[in-house]
C-alpha cells in the first residue's frame, strides 16, 4: 500500500513539472480548472486537482487525493454552503422480541441502534460513514434526513448552519440504496421529466432541459442519454449508471446538501470508484456541496477519496475526523493496518463483532474485537480529532446565517401533465402491461366470438346471452389485475419521489387514472366489437356504446381496486392473492352465478350484493341486451300463457333485475364508484403517509428534535422540536 501511494505522488508531480514546462499547457490547464471549478487553480481555497491533458483524443485526469485530505481548513469557511452538525444523537427501536434491553414506559424493550453520536459535515467535504452491518450506517443517515420509521424514537440535537430549522424544498437531496426508476424510459427522458416535475413554474423548458442535460454531463452519462434505464427481462444501463441516473435526478434542484445510503452497494471496484469520484467532484466544485455518503466497504482508491470519516460499530462512533487520519489513529491505539491490508479492510475488521467467536478459535493470541473496539471508544476521547469536532460544532452553534431559500416547482397542471404523460409512455413501452393484454383480450374475445356464434333469438339463446355478458363483466375484467405488478412498480417510484418532494398525491392519483384510459378503451373497443358482432348481440349503435361503456367501467373499477390494493400490500404476490380474493367475493355475489332472490339476507345479500360493483354491471348489460326484445316461450318450460316473451319479464322473471330505474343508472353508478375508489387510493396513500407522525406521537420518550421532509412540496418541510 506505502509503495502505492509513493509511484502515485511520484507520478503526479512528474507529470506536473511536465506540465510546468510547457506554457500552453498551463493556460490550458488553468482553462479547465476555471470552466469545470469556477475558479482558478492558483486560488488558496481551490482543492489541489492535478490535471494532464495528452496529445491527441484522450484526456486524463488524475486528482492528488493525499494532498486534498491533509489541507487545512478553518473551522467556518467564508462559504454559502449548508453546515449539518449532531451531537449526542440517540435512536432507539421498539421491540417485543428482545429481552434484557432497556424498558420503556408502555413495558415494551427498546433497542439502542444509535448510542449519542456526535458529528458534522461540512461544505466542499465528502463525509463518509462506515461500519459493518447492522453497526447503525442507514439509521444514522435516515436520521440526519428525517426518514426514520414509525417504531423508532430520536433524540438528539441536529442543526443546520448552527441553527435548528428546517430544510427546505430543493436545500437537501437523498438517493437511496435501490435504483427506483421506470425501466422503459431512457437516461434523458427520466432525467427531462424529473426536471419539468422539480424546477419552478418560472423556468423556461429550455432552461429546464438544459438544466437536465448539464446534470446529465456533470455524471459521465452523456454517451448514455438515449439507453434505455432497462430492468427484468430488458437489458440497459449496467448497475453503476442506474446509480448515477438516480443521483442526477436527486442533483436537479441543485441541493446543498446530499445523502447516499450506500451509493456502491451491488457494484464492482472498477465501478464504484467511478461513481465515487463523480460524487467527490459534486462537493469540490463551486457549488460547494455538503455529502453525506453511507458505504459499507470501500476499496482503497474509493477510501482515498474520502474527506471525512466516521467510524461506527453498534451504534456507537468509534472514530470521527479527517480520512487521511485514521490509520494514524489504529495505529495509536495499538491496532496498526498490516502491510498487505488495505485501511478500510482493517477498519472493519477490527470493529466487526459479528464473527468474534469464529475469529477466536481460528487465532490465537488475538485481542477480543469487543476489547478492542472499547480500547479504540477510550482512545478515540483522548484523540485530536475528537476535540476538533467539539470545537467545530462550538464554532457552528455560533455561526449567523439567514433561512434556508425556499424553492419552488412545478404548479398542480403541469405536474399532472408530466406524470401522465410519463406514466402513459411507461405503459406503452411495457410490453407485457399493454401489448400482452392487448393480445390476451383480443384472443379472448375471439373465443367468445366463435363459441357464442350468431345466438339468434331463440329461448336457448336466453341463457346462452347471460352467460356470455356475465363472463364479459365479470372474467374479463378480472383480468385487469394482470397489471399489478407494474401497478407496485408505480408505487415504489411515486414513494422515492415522493419522499423527495418531487410532486404531490393528487397529481399522482391523477395522472395514474387518465394514463391508463387509452389502453383501456382500446381494450374496450377491439376485443368488445369482436365479441358483440359475432355473438350477434343487440343490433344498433347504442346498444353496443353502452356496452363497450360498461366494459371501460368495469375495468377501471378493477384497476382502481388493485391500486387500493397496492397501496396497503406492496408485495405483488400477496397483492394479487388479496385482489383476488376481492373480486372472488363480489362476483359470488354480484347476481347471476346466484340469483339475487336467492342470496342470504345476512351479509351477502346485505351489504355485499349492494357494493358489489358486479350487480351493477350484469343488470345493466342484461337491461341493454334484452330492453326491447322478444323471445318465444318455451313450450315444455313455458313462463306465462303467451307464446312469446318480451324482454321485460325476461329481466323480471329469468334474471331478477331491479326494473325500477333505467340501464343508464347503472352505468353511472359504476363510474361514480370508480370516482369512490379513486378517492378512498388518494385517502390511503395520505393516510399512510401522516401514520408516521401519528405512530410516533403515541409513542414514549418524545425526542428532543425529529425532522420531517417535505410532506408538502409547495412548503419546507417542518421540524417537530419538543
Given at each position: 500500500m506505502c509503495v502505492y501511494r509513493a509511484h502515485l505522488i511520484t507520478h503526479c508531480l512528474a507529470q506536473l513539472m511536465a506540465s510546468i514546462t510547457s506554457h500552453s499547457n498551463v493556460k490550458l490547464i488553468s482553462a479547465i480548472?476555471?470552466?469545470?471549478?469556477?475558479?482558478?487553480?492558483?486560488?488558496?481555497?481551490?482543492?489541489?486537482?492535478?490535471?494532464?491533458?495528452?496529445?491527441?483524443?484522450?484526456?486524463?485526469?488524475?486528482?492528488?487525493?493525499?494532498?486534498?485530505?491533509?489541507i487545512k481548513v478553518p473551522l467556518i469557511e467564508n462559504d454559502e454552503g449548508l453546515f449539518l452538525t449532531w451531537e449526542?444523537?440517540?435512536?432507539?427501536?421498539?421491540?417485543?422480541?428482545?429481552?434484557?434491553?432497556?424498558?420503556s414506559s408502555d413495558g415494551r424493550s427498546c433497542r439502542s441502534i444509535l448510542r449519542g453520536v456526535?458529528?458534522?459535515?461540512?461544505?466542499?467535504?465528502?463525509?463518509?460513514?462506515?461500519?459493518?452491518?447492522?453497526c447503525g450506517k442507514s439509521t444514522l443517515l435516515d436520521a440526519l434526513a428525517g426518514r426514520l420509521s414509525s417504531n423508532t424514537r430520536q433524540t438528539g440535537d441536529i442543526r443546520i448552519n448552527g441553527h435548528k430549522q428546517a430544510l427546505a424544498y430543493g436545500t437537501s437531496a437523498y438517493v437511496t440504496q435501490d435504483d427506483t426508476l421506470m425501466t422503459t424510459l431512457t437516461v434523458k427522458e427520466a432525467v427531462y421529466y424529473s426536471a419539468q416535475l422539480q424546477l419552478p413554474e418560472s423556468m423556461s423548458k429550455s432552461k429546464k432541459k438544459e438544466r437536465a442535460q448539464g446534470t446529465i454531463r456533470e455524471m459521465g452519462l452523456q454517451n448514455a442519454m438515449n439507453t434505455r434505464i432497462g430492468g427484468w427481462g430488458a437489458k440497459g444501463l449496467s448497475g453503476g449508471e442506474k446509480r448515477r441516473v438516480s443521483i442526477c435526478i436527486e442533483l436537479l434542484t441543485q441541493p446543498k446538501l446530499l445523502f447516499l445510503d450506500e451509493p456502491t452497494s451491488g457494484l464492482?471496484?472498477?465501478?464504484?470508484?467511478?461513481?465515487?469520484?463523480?460524487?467527490?467532484?459534486?462537493?469540490h466544485k463551486s457549488s460547494q456541496r455538503t455529502?453525506?455518503?453511507?458505504?459499507?466497504?470501500?476499496?482503497?482508491?474509493?477510501?482515498?477519496?474520502?474527506d471525512n470519516l466516521c467510524l461506527l460499530s453498534s451504534g456507537e462512533t468509534v472514530y470521527f475526523g479527517p480520512a487521511s487520519t485514521a490509520n494514524e489513529f489504529f495505529a495509536a491505539s495499538g491496532f496498526p493496518c498490516p502491510t498487505l491490508l488495505y485501511p478500510s479492510d482493517h477498519f472493519l475488521k477490527t470493529i466487526n463483532n459479528d464473527f468474534e467467536l469464529d475469529i477466536e478459535k481460528g487465532i490465537a493470541g488475538r485481542t477480543p474485537t469487543e476489547e478492542a473496539i472499547h480500547t479504540l471508544m477510550k482512545s478515540y476521547k483522548t484523540f485530536e480529532s475528537y476535540h476538533q469536532v467539539q470545537r467545530q460544532i462550538a464554532e457552528l452553534y455560533k455561526k449567523d446565517c439567514e433561512a434556508l431559500e425556499k424553492r419552488s416547482h412545478a404548479g398542480f397542471v403541469t405536474q399532472c401533465f408530466v406524470l401522465t404523460r410519463r406514466s402513459f409512455v411507461n405503459m406503452y413501452r411495457d410490453r407485457g402491461y399493454y401489448w400482452l393484454r392487448l393480445f390476451i383480450y383480443i384472443a379472448?374475445?375471439?373465443?367468445?366470438?366463435?363459441?357464442?356464434?350468431?345466438?339468434?333469438?331463440?329461448?336457448?339463446?336466453?341463457?346462452?346471452?347471460?352467460?356470455?355478458?356475465?363472463?364479459?363483466?365479470?372474467?374479463?375484467?378480472?383480468?385487469?389485475?394482470?397489471?399489478?405488478?407494474?401497478?407496485?412498480?408505480?408505487?415504489?417510484?411515486?414513494?422515492?419521489?415522493?419522499?423527495?418532494?418531487?410532486y404531490g398525491v393528487s397529481a399522482f392519483v391523477f395522472a395514474n387514472t387518465f394514463s391508463s384510459m387509452p389502453l383501456l378503451m382500446l381494450i374496450s373497443l377491439i376485443p368488445g366489437a369482436t365479441t358483440y358482432y359475432l355473438a350477434g348481440l343487440h343490433s344498433g349503435f347504442e346498444h353496443f356504446f353502452y356496452f363497450a361503456s360498461a366494459l371501460f367501467a368495469c375495468m377501471m373499477l378493477v384497476e382502481s381496486l388493485m391500486m387500493i390494493v397496492a397501496s396497503i400490500v406492496p408485495n405483488f404476490l400477496m397483492g394479487i392473492i388479496a385482489g383476488s380474493g376481492l373480486q372472488g367475493i363480489m362476483l359470488l355475489c354480484g347476481g347471476f352465478f346466484r340469483l339475487p332472490n336467492d342470496l342470504p339476507d345476512l351479509v351477502w345479500k346485505y351489504p355485499l350484493y349492494h357494493i358489489a360493483f358486479?350487480?351493477?354491471?350484469?343488470?345493466?348489460?342484461?337491461?341493454?341486451?334484452?330492453?326491447?326484445?322478444t323471445f318465444p316461450n318455451d313450450d315444455q318450460l313455458r313462463i306465462g300463457n303467451s307464446k312469446w316473451l318480451s324482454g321485460d319479464s325476461i329481466l323480471r322473471d329469468i334474471w331478477q333485475v331491479e326494473m325500477g330505474y333505467s340501464k343508464w343508472v347503472d352505468l353511472g353508478v359504476l363510474l361514480g364508484m370508480i370516482v369512490l375508489y379513486r378517492a378512498l387510493f388518494l385517502v390511503i396513500i395520505k393516510i399512510t403517509e401522516k401514520r408516521k407522525t401519528i405512530t410516533l406521537a403515541l409513542l414514549p420518550m418524545a425526542p428532543k428534535q425529529s425532522m420531517q421532509v417535505l410532506v408538502n412540496p409547495k412548503r419546507a418541510s417542518r421540524m417537530v422540536t419538543t
Amino acid at each position: 500500500m506505502c509503495v502505492y501511494r509513493a509511484h502515485l505522488i511520484t507520478h503526479c508531480l512528474a507529470q506536473l513539472m511536465a506540465s510546468i514546462t510547457s506554457h500552453s499547457n498551463v493556460k490550458l490547464i488553468s482553462a479547465i480548472h476555471e470552466s469545470e471549478n469556477g475558479y482558478h487553480p492558483s486560488s488558496p481555497t481551490a482543492v489541489a486537482d492535478v490535471e494532464t491533458v495528452a496529445k491527441g483524443d484522450a484526456a486524463v485526469k488524475e486528482d492528488s487525493i493525499q494532498n486534498r485530505n491533509h489541507i487545512k481548513v478553518p473551522l467556518i469557511e467564508n462559504d454559502e454552503g449548508l453546515f449539518l452538525t449532531w451531537e449526542d444523537l440517540w435512536v432507539r427501536a421498539a421491540s417485543n422480541l428482545n429481552e434484557g434491553e432497556k424498558h420503556s414506559s408502555d413495558g415494551r424493550s427498546c433497542r439502542s441502534i444509535l448510542r449519542g453520536v456526535t458529528g458534522y459535515a461540512k461544505p466542499g467535504q465528502l463525509l463518509a460513514i462506515m461500519g459493518p452491518s447492522g453497526c447503525g450506517k442507514s439509521t444514522l443517515l435516515d436520521a440526519l434526513a428525517g426518514r426514520l420509521s414509525s417504531n423508532t424514537r430520536q433524540t438528539g440535537d441536529i442543526r443546520i448552519n448552527g441553527h435548528k430549522q428546517a430544510l427546505a424544498y430543493g436545500t437537501s437531496a437523498y438517493v437511496t440504496q435501490d435504483d427506483t426508476l421506470m425501466t422503459t424510459l431512457t437516461v434523458k427522458e427520466a432525467v427531462y421529466y424529473s426536471a419539468q416535475l422539480q424546477l419552478p413554474e418560472s423556468m423556461s423548458k429550455s432552461k429546464k432541459k438544459e438544466r437536465a442535460q448539464g446534470t446529465i454531463r456533470e455524471m459521465g452519462l452523456q454517451n448514455a442519454m438515449n439507453t434505455r434505464i432497462g430492468g427484468w427481462g430488458a437489458k440497459g444501463l449496467s448497475g453503476g449508471e442506474k446509480r448515477r441516473v438516480s443521483i442526477c435526478i436527486e442533483l436537479l434542484t441543485q441541493p446543498k446538501l446530499l445523502f447516499l445510503d450506500e451509493p456502491t452497494s451491488g457494484l464492482d471496484s472498477a465501478a464504484s470508484f467511478y461513481v465515487m469520484s463523480r460524487i467527490a467532484n459534486l462537493g469540490h466544485k463551486s457549488s460547494q456541496r455538503t455529502i453525506v455518503a453511507s458505504i459499507h466497504q470501500p476499496s482503497s482508491e474509493v477510501f482515498q477519496l474520502f474527506d471525512n470519516l466516521c467510524l461506527l460499530s453498534s451504534g456507537e462512533t468509534v472514530y470521527f475526523g479527517p480520512a487521511s487520519t485514521a490509520n494514524e489513529f489504529f495505529a495509536a491505539s495499538g491496532f496498526p493496518c498490516p502491510t498487505l491490508l488495505y485501511p478500510s479492510d482493517h477498519f472493519l475488521k477490527t470493529i466487526n463483532n459479528d464473527f468474534e467467536l469464529d475469529i477466536e478459535k481460528g487465532i490465537a493470541g488475538r485481542t477480543p474485537t469487543e476489547e478492542a473496539i472499547h480500547t479504540l471508544m477510550k482512545s478515540y476521547k483522548t484523540f485530536e480529532s475528537y476535540h476538533q469536532v467539539q470545537r467545530q460544532i462550538a464554532e457552528l452553534y455560533k455561526k449567523d446565517c439567514e433561512a434556508l431559500e425556499k424553492r419552488s416547482h412545478a404548479g398542480f397542471v403541469t405536474q399532472c401533465f408530466v406524470l401522465t404523460r410519463r406514466s402513459f409512455v411507461n405503459m406503452y413501452r411495457d410490453r407485457g402491461y399493454y401489448w400482452l393484454r392487448l393480445f390476451i383480450y383480443i384472443a379472448l374475445a375471439a373465443g367468445l366470438g366463435t363459441i357464442y356464434y350468431d345466438l339468434g333469438y331463440t329461448y336457448a339463446s336466453i341463457q346462452a346471452r347471460g352467460s356470455l355478458l356475465a363472463f364479459v363483466a365479470s372474467f374479463l375484467t378480472f383480468m385487469a389485475i394482470g397489471g399489478f405488478p407494474s401497478f407496485v412498480e408505480d408505487m415504489k417510484v411515486f414513494e422515492c419521489e415522493r419522499l423527495n418532494g418531487h410532486y404531490g398525491v393528487s397529481a399522482f392519483v391523477f395522472a395514474n387514472t387518465f394514463s391508463s384510459m387509452p389502453l383501456l378503451m382500446l381494450i374496450s373497443l377491439i376485443p368488445g366489437a369482436t365479441t358483440y358482432y359475432l355473438a350477434g348481440l343487440h343490433s344498433g349503435f347504442e346498444h353496443f356504446f353502452y356496452f363497450a361503456s360498461a366494459l371501460f367501467a368495469c375495468m377501471m373499477l378493477v384497476e382502481s381496486l388493485m391500486m387500493i390494493v397496492a397501496s396497503i400490500v406492496p408485495n405483488f404476490l400477496m397483492g394479487i392473492i388479496a385482489g383476488s380474493g376481492l373480486q372472488g367475493i363480489m362476483l359470488l355475489c354480484g347476481g347471476f352465478f346466484r340469483l339475487p332472490n336467492d342470496l342470504p339476507d345476512l351479509v351477502w345479500k346485505y351489504p355485499l350484493y349492494h357494493i358489489a360493483f358486479h350487480k351493477y354491471a350484469f343488470q345493466g348489460m342484461f337491461k341493454n341486451e334484452f330492453e326491447g326484445t322478444t323471445f318465444p316461450n318455451d313450450d315444455q318450460l313455458r313462463i306465462g300463457n303467451s307464446k312469446w316473451l318480451s324482454g321485460d319479464s325476461i329481466l323480471r322473471d329469468i334474471w331478477q333485475v331491479e326494473m325500477g330505474y333505467s340501464k343508464w343508472v347503472d352505468l353511472g353508478v359504476l363510474l361514480g364508484m370508480i370516482v369512490l375508489y379513486r378517492a378512498l387510493f388518494l385517502v390511503i396513500i395520505k393516510i399512510t403517509e401522516k401514520r408516521k407522525t401519528i405512530t410516533l406521537a403515541l409513542l414514549p420518550m418524545a425526542p428532543k428534535q425529529s425532522m420531517q421532509v417535505l410532506v408538502n412540496p409547495k412548503r419546507a418541510s417542518r421540524m417537530v422540536t419538543t
